[in-house]
């Protein structure tokens, strides 16, 4: 069931930690801004009105506010929007947020002062404490931190291999897992189960970007498993 409808156009969804909400990123007669819609379907209500970008939204552990991705004070800095207070303040500077399961930690791309590319996977401990480098690459912006359930290692797009891969690495640092090996295509966007034991991803393998699942230690093409999307319901005929 469609839990939108235009005119205006929402993308990028974050489920909140309770399931009973959706946050979005949303184009309002241009100007890109925070959303969020119940969970059985609503009005969306529009949470950031400033006239810069601000995208890429993730939902805090409590499930009380918002991080999101922000280019109101120059350069894309991570927010955090007291949904209660309506309070917003800077974090981090970095794009692409990642709460980690208990609500401790951030996980989050950002530059690596002398090294090329949009930078390495940066953790920060909440709310205020110290950031260290987790993994760096000469990455894109599809990289796209995602945690385990578990809190023990975050997923995220690798292009090292030629091809973009789903891989894995601990937050603490380490040597990095290939997950997907796909010479035919790019894997890209991983989200974990919440039982942890298979994740999700995108692949341009057999055209137009089909849904995948697979165990949580990743596989060959032939252990995916294809989400076919066999209805929809619109919200209005």
């Not at 987790?134 to 995220?156: F, N, V």
Request: aromatic share 8%; no cysteine; charged share 20%.
């Amino acid at each position: 069931m469609a839990l939108t409808q235009g005119p205006a156009y929402h993308f990028e969804p974050a489920w909140s930690p309770d399931g009973q909400r959706v946050a979005l990123s949303m184009d309002t007669e241009g100007n890109l801004d925070i959303g969020v819609v119940d969970a059985a379907g609503s009005a969306v209500e529009r949470v950031t009105t400033h006239e810069a970008v601000d995208v890429e939204p993730e939902w805090s552990g409590d499930g009380e506010g918002l991080f999101f991705v922000s280019a109101r004070e120059g350069g894309f800095r991570i927010f955090h929007r007291d949904l209660e207070t309506g309070s917003t303040a800077e974090v981090v500077t970095g794009i692409q947020p990642a709460v980690s399961p208990d609500g401790n930690r951030l996980a989050y791309v950002a530059s690596v002062r002398g090294r090329t590319g949009t930078g390495g996977i940066w953790v920060k401990e909440l709310p205020a404490g110290e950031e260290r480098l987790a993994h760096y690459e000469e990455s894109e912006y599809r990289m796209k931190p995602a945690w385990t359930p578990d809190g023990s290692a975050i997923l995220y797009v690798s292009e090292e291999a030629g091809t973009n891969d789903v891989r894995v690495v601990p937050p603490q640092g380490g040597n990095p897992n290939i997950l997907t090996v796909d010479p035919q295509g790019e894997e890209t966007s991983p989200s974990p189960s919440p039982s942890g034991s298979r994740f999700a991803f995108v692949s341009t393998r057999t055209g137009p970007m089909p849904l995948y699942t697979v165990a949580a230690g990743g596989g060959p093409f032939a252990s995916w498993r294809e989400v076919v999307l066999e209805e929809t319901t619109p919200r209005t005929p």
